[in-house]
């Protein structure tokens, strides 16, 4: 994963620490966090995208059906290799979306609205 894959706002997974004990915790990326992912000062940090699920979809407010999860005007489907995101109006596949960071990534870039966690 590169910096220039991620915006502010993006949640991927960051382990802090040496030992062995250091776990893989979602964060929320924010301006420092982007630079030190593109400057790579800091070694002992360890920066990994979170793989797309439907635990994720249904965290960001998305519902599910038989077929599809979906929102507004979106529809995702599952696929063996991650999920393909659709737009309801052409209902033609957009992309492949494996990454919580991508999806929230596309998600601004066609709607202009941030992809929010829904409590």
Not at 51 to 63: I, Q
Not at 94 to 119: M, P, R, S, W
């Amino acid at each position: 994963m590169e910096a220039k894959e991620l915006r502010i706002g993006n949640l991927v997974n960051i382990k802090c620490g040496l030992f062995d004990d250091a776990k893989f915790e979602p964060c929320v990326i924010d301006f420092m966090e982007l630079n030190e992912i593109h400057q790579k000062h800091r070694e002992w940090i360890e920066y990994k995208p979170i793989p797309l699920t439907e635990e994720w979809l249904l965290k960001f407010g998305f519902e599910s059906d038989d077929e599809f999860i979906f929102e507004k005007d979106i529809r995702i489907c599952k696929t063996k290799q991650g999920y393909v995101y659709f737009d309801f109006s052409v209902m033609d596949p957009i992309c492949d979306v494996k990454y919580v960071h991508q999806l929230q990534n596309l998600h601004f870039a066609l709607t202009g609205e941030e992809l929010e966690l829904i409590d």
